[in-house]
C-alpha cells in the first residue's frame, strides 16, 4: 500500500499532480465541448424539422455522416485535415500566416459535430413531442416565431430533451479519451506515461478507469439537481 | 358577408377558423436552406472532387489490398467480440432481474463499470495489465491467450459490449406486461418455459433496435485497436497515411466506414420491419 | 436571419479559439519540430525541456547560421503534416532522407548516419538478425519509421507491430509479449544502459539498405524552399569543418555519427 502511496503523491516524486492535470484537461474539453454540440445540435434539428426540403436534407446529410465515422476517424479528419485545409485557404488568399490547429481546438471541434449529430436526433423527438397546438396558441397571442420559439416551445423542449442530452453528456465524458491519441494531456494519456515510466501499467490504467467512474458520479448527482430544478414547472399542473 | 342582424349573430357563434396549417413562412428560411445545402453539397462535393482529381493508381493498388485485409481484421474483431459479449450478457441481465439483493448489486456494478468508463481505458487496462502480470498468467496457462494484442481487444471489447447488452436485454424483458408471465403461469408453464417460448421473443422485438445501434457503435469503436498494435481498418489507414503522407487515405477510410454503418442500418430497419409486420395495423 | 448571426457569432468566436501563429521564414527566426521521445537524439528531461543530439546539432546549426530558433514538439505521426501545415518551418528530429517522403518534402543533406539493430531480451535463444534468424518472431518496432518499414519489407516470415512511440515496444520487449525490437543501433545502445533496459541485450546490427533507410537523417523542409534548404547545407559542412560537431558528437557516442 505504501509504495502505491507514493506512486500517486503529488509533486515531483509520484504522479499525483500531473494525472489531476489530466482530469483538469478532461472536464474542460468535454465542458468546451457540450454548449457547441448543443448549439450546432439544436440548430441541425430546427433544420430537419423545418418546412423547407432543402434544410430537411441538408441536416440529414449532417447527421449521417457525423453519426457513421467513428469518433477517432473525426478527430483525424478534423486535426490533419483542417489543418491542411487552412493552409491551402490562406496561401490561396495570397497569405503566408497559417492558424494552427492544436489538438484541444480539434478535439473540441471533432467532438462537437459528433455530439451535435446526436443531440439534434434528441432535440428532434422533443420537437416531435411538442403538441402543434403550443404553436398555434403562441401566434394566436399574437407573438413572432422568434417569441413562440422562445418563450414557450424552447422551455418545453429543454425539459423533454434532458434524459437523452444527460446520456449524451456521459458518452462525451468518456470519448474525451480519444483526444489522448493526438497528443492532448488528458487522463489517459498522463496516466499511459505514468504507466510507462513506472511500469505500473494496471495500477495507472485502473486509476484512469476510477477517475472516469469518479466523473460519472458527480455528472449523475448534477444531472439529478438539475432533473429536479427542470421537473418543477410539472408539479405546479 | 350580409350585413342582416341576424347575419351578425350567426357569425358570431361560428367557430373560428384554425390557424393555416402553413405557418407563415419565416424570412429567408429558404434561403438559408439553400446556402445550408449548398455548403454541405459543397463539401461533400469536393472532397468527392478531390478523391477523383487526386485518383492515384499506384496508391490504390499499393495500399488497395491493405485496406482490405484491414477491413476483416475489424469485421472479425466485431463479430467475435458482439458473439461473445451476447453470451456473456445473458447470465449477467439474469443477476440484474435477480430478486437476490447482493446479485442484483453486482451485476449493476460490472455494468457500470464497463458503461461509466472509456473503451481505450479498458482495452489498455488489459493489455498493459496483462503484460504487467505475465508470471502470474503464466503460471495459470493463459499467457498464451494475453500475448496476442488481437485476443486482448476481443476480451475487452466482449466485456464492454456484455455490459451494453445486458442492459439492452434487461429492459427489454422488463418492458413485456407482467401479465405475460401470470398467464404463462396459468397455462401451466414452468418459469423457464414461459421466459423462453413467451418473454423472450417479445423481448427480442423490443431490443431489436437497440441491439443494431449496439452493432454501430462496436464497429466505429473499434478503430481504437490500432493503438494496441492490431490492424484493422484504421491501423491500416494510419499506416498508409504517415507512408504516403496524403489525405485521401483517411478519406476513403471515412467512405468504408460510413457504407458499413449505412449497410446495417439498411440491413437492421428491413429486419425490424419483417419480424415486426404482425403489429402493424396497416398494410 | 436571427439565428444566422448566432451561428457567425459563434463561427468568429471559434476562430479566435484557435491560436494564430506566423510562419515566416525570412532567415531570422525558425521554427524547429522535433518529437522529443527518442532518446538519445530528442527526448523530454524531467523538468520539460528538450535535449539530446538532434537539438544540440539544431542549437549549433541556428548559431552558424545567425537564426534565432525555437523547439516545438509533435507527435510522430503528424510530424510532416504539421510542417505542411506551417506550425514549424524545419523537422531536426533523426528523421532518414527515404524516396516515399522526398515526394512530400524536401530534405537538407544528412546529418548523421548510423546503423539499424535487433535487441532481443537476455535469456532470448535468438542468435542472428538475420530475417532467417527471426522466421517466427514477433517483432517491433515504432510505426511510420524507417525500421517499421524495413522490418515489414524483409522479414515476412515474422510479425511485425508498429507502436505509436519506442516506449510501448519497450514496455512489450520487457513483459515478453516481443521476441525482439528494431531501432537506430544508438537508441537501443541508449536504453540498454538504462535501468529500463535491464531486460533486454543488443543481438546485433543489421546493414542498412539504403533504398528503404535513405542515406542518413536529414532535415526535413517545406516542398521548394531552396534557399533554407541550402542555408541547413552550409551551416552542417560549416560545424562540420570547424569541429562543433565533433564536439556534439563526443558528447553522446563514442564513434563518428556521421557515418561515411
Request: one cysteine or more.
Amino acid at each position: 500500500m505504501d509504495e502505491i502511496s507514493t506512486l500517486l503523491a503529488l509533486g515531483d516524486t509520484g504522479w499525483g499532480d500531473e494525472i489531476a492535470a489530466g482530469v483538469g484537461v478532461t472536464l474542460s474539453l468535454a465542458l468546451a465541448t457540450l454548449p457547441l454540440g448543443l448549439l450546432i445540435g439544436f440548430f441541425i434539428a430546427l433544420a430537419k424539422q423545418s418546412e423547407e426540403p432543402t434544410l430537411r436534407l441538408a441536416g440529414n446529410i449532417y447527421t449521417t455522416v457525423f453519426r457513421g465515422l467513428p469518433e477517432l476517424l473525426t478527430l483525424f479528419l478534423v486535426y490533419f485535415g483542417a489543418q491542411i485545409g487552412i493552409r491551402e485557404l490562406m496561401l490561396a488568399m495570397g497569405s503566408e500566416t497559417s492558424i494552427e490547429i492544436n489538438s484541444f481546438f480539434a478535439g473540441m471541434v471533432a467532438l462537437g459535430l459528433v455530439f451535435s449529430s446526436f443531440s439534434s436526433e434528441v432535440f428532434l423527438s422533443a420537437f416531435r413531442a411538442i403538441p402543434r397546438g403550443q404553436y398555434e396558441g403562441g401566434q394566436a397571442i399574437g407573438l413572432t416565431r422568434f417569441q413562440t420559439m422562445r418563450l414557450i416551445i424552447l422551455p418545453q423542449l429543454i425539459r423533454i430533451a434532458l434524459p437523452g442530452l444527460s446520456n449524451l453528456w456521459m458518452i462525451l465524458l468518456k470519448d474525451t479519451a480519444l483526444v489522448s491519441v493526438i497528443g492532448l494531456s488528458d487522463i489517459i494519456r498522463q496516466t499511459g506515461i505514468a504507466a510507462r515510466v513506472t511500469k505500473e501499467a494496471f495500477l495507472f490504467f485502473g486509476v484512469a478507469c476510477l477517475l472516469y467512474l469518479v466523473l460519472a458520479i458527480l455528472s449523475s448527482v448534477a444531472i439529478g439537481a438539475i432533473n429536479r430544478w427542470a421537473a418543477k414547472g410539472d408539479t405546479a399542473r | 358577408m350580409s350585413t342582416s342582424p341576424t347575419a351578425v349573430v350567426n357569425e358570431r357563434i361560428q367557430p373560428a377558423l384554425p390557424p393555416p396549417l402553413v405557418a407563415r413562412r419565416w424570412s429567408g428560411t429558404r434561403t438559408v436552406g439553400w446556402i445550408a445545402l449548398a455548403a454541405m453539397l459543397g463539401l461533400l462535393g469536393g472532397l468527392s472532387l478531390y478523391l477523383i482529381l487526386s485518383w492515384d493508381l499506384e496508391l490504390i493498388t499499393k495500399y488497395g489490398p491493405k485496406y482490405w485485409q484491414g477491413l476483416q481484421i475489424t469485421l472479425g474483431l466485431v463479430a467475435t467480440s458482439i458473439v461473445f459479449g451476447a453470451a456473456m450478457s445473458l447470465p449477467v441481465a439474469m443477476a440484474r432481474l435477480s430478486p437476490n439483493r447482493a446479485v442484483g448489486a453486482l451485476a449493476y456494478g460490472y455494468v457500470y463499470l464497463f458503461r461509466g468508463t472509456p473503451l481505450l481505458a479498458q482495452v489498455f487496462l488489459v493489455y498493459y495489465g496483462a503484460g504487467e502480470f505475465r508470471p502470474e498468467l503464466q503460471s495459470v496457462g493463459l499467457w498464451g491467450f494475453f500475448r496476442d494484442p488481437w485476443n486482448c481487444a476481443v476480451f475487452a471489447f466482449a466485456l464492454n459490449t456484455a455490459a451494453y447488452q445486458a442492459e439492452i436485454l434487461r429492459g427489454a424483458i422488463q418492458s413485456v406486461a407482467k401479465g405475460q408471465w401470470e398467464a404463462a403461469e396459468a397455462l401451466g408453464l414452468t418459469r423457464l418455459q414461459a421466459f423462453r417460448k413467451i418473454i423472450l421473443p417479445q423481448a427480442l422485438i423490443v431490443a431489436l433496435r437497440p441491439y443494431g445501434n449496439e452493432i454501430i457503435l462496436m464497429l466505429k469503436g473499434s478503430a481504437i485497436v490500432a493503438i494496441i498494435t492490431v490492424l484493422d481498418l484504421m491501423g491500416e489507414t494510419r499506416r498508409a497515411y504517415s507512408r504516403s503522407f496524403d489525405f485521401q487515405t483517411y478519406l476513403w477510410a471515412a467512405v468504408i466506414y460510413l457504407l458499413m454503418v449505412e449497410t446495417i442500418r439498411n440491413i437492421w430497419e428491413r429486419l425490424e420491419k419483417h419480424l415486426t409486420r404482425h403489429l402493424r395495423r396497416d398494410g | 436571419m436571427r439565428f444566422l448571426k448566432h451561428l457567425t457569432l459563434t463561427a468568429a468566436a471559434l476562430a479566435t479559439a484557435a491560436s494564430l501563429s506566423s510562419a515566416q521564414a525570412d532567415g531570422m527566426k525558425l521554427k524547429i519540430g522535433t518529437e522529443g521521445a527518442y532518446p538519445p537524439f530528442n527526448n523530454m528531461t524531467a523538468d520539460g525541456k528538450l535535449e539530446g543530439f538532434d537539438i544540440d546539432i539544431a542549437n549549433a546549426l541556428c548559431a552558424e547560421m545567425k537564426a534565432e530558433c525555437t523547439f516545438v514538439t509533435q507527435d510522430w505521426d503528424g510530424i510532416i503534416p504539421a510542417l505542411q501545415a506551417g506550425k514549424y518551418d524545419a523537422i531536426i528530429a533523426s528523421m532518414s532522407i527515404t524516396d516515399e517522403r522526398k515526394k512530400k518534402v524536401d530534405f537538407t543533406n544528412k546529418y548523421y548516419n548510423t546503423p539499424p539493430a535487433v535487441a532481443v531480451p537476455k535469456d532470448s535463444r535468438l542468435t542472428g538478425v538475420s530475417p532467417a534468424d527471426l522466421a517466427g518472431a514477433a517483432i517491433g518496432a515504432q510505426g511510420s519509421t524507417t525500421h517499421a518499414n524495413f522490418a515489414e519489407a524483409r522479414y515476412t516470415d515474422s510479425t511485425v507491430r508498429g507502436y505509436p512511440t519506442a516506449d510501448e515496444y519497450k514496455l512489450d520487449i520487457a513483459s515478453g509479449r516481443l521476441d525482439a525490437v528494431m531501432d537506430d543501433v544508438t537508441v537501443l545502445q541508449e536504453w540498454l544502459a538504462s535501468e529500463d533496459g535491464a531486460c533486454c541485450k543488443l543481438l546485433g546490427t543489421v546493414i542498412p539498405d539504403p533504398a528503404i533507410h535513405g542515406e542518413g537523417a536529414g532535415i526535413a523542409i517545406r516542398k521548394g524552399e531552396t534557399e533554407l534548404a541550402a542555408k541547413f547545407n552550409a551551416a552542417i559542412k560549416a560545424i562540420r569543418a570547424n569541429g562543433v560537431y565533433k564536439s556534439i558528437n563526443d558528447k553522446y557516442f563514442t564513434f563518428d555519427a556521421y557515418g561515411g
